[in-house]
Nanobody, 117 residues
């Protein structure tokens, strides 16, 4: 199976920055997209950003446009989420996911991001 491990979460003040990383291990595929989702207490999991295997196709949720940047590492089994101008409402558990054949089939354990006001 494919394992996804997130890192980089933590506590940051409003207006600060964090860089999340996600590394895939185990059985991997030649090409697959990777994305970030988040879930705050009492809310449903929501889409944050997604990037294609080549890195040429990128999508962002409206609430993070201009603040977050998703990118892939050289090995293509690593994805990053640079988060700038963080707001308290960004507080959530952030999950990395791998997209295979049109669906997010593999998920990481999540990393907590807490933004204080």
């Amino acid at each position: 199976q494919v394992q996804l491990v997130e890192s980089g979460g933590g506590l940051v003040q409003a207006g600060g920055s964090l860089r999340l990383s996600c590394a895939a291990s185990g059985r991997t595929f030649s090409t697959y997209g990777m994305g970030w989702f988040r879930q705050a207490p009492g809310k449903e999991r929501e889409f944050v950003a997604d990037i294609s295997w080549s890195g040429s196709i990128i999508s962002y949720a409206d609430f993070v446009k201009g603040r977050f940047t998703i990118s892939r590492g050289n090995a293509k089994n690593t994805v990053y989420l640079q988060m700038n101008s963080l707001k308290p409402e960004d507080t959530a558990v952030y999950y990395c996911a791998a997209e295979v054949s049109g669906s997010y089939s593999y998920w990481g354990q999540g990393t907590q991001v807490t933004v204080s006001s």
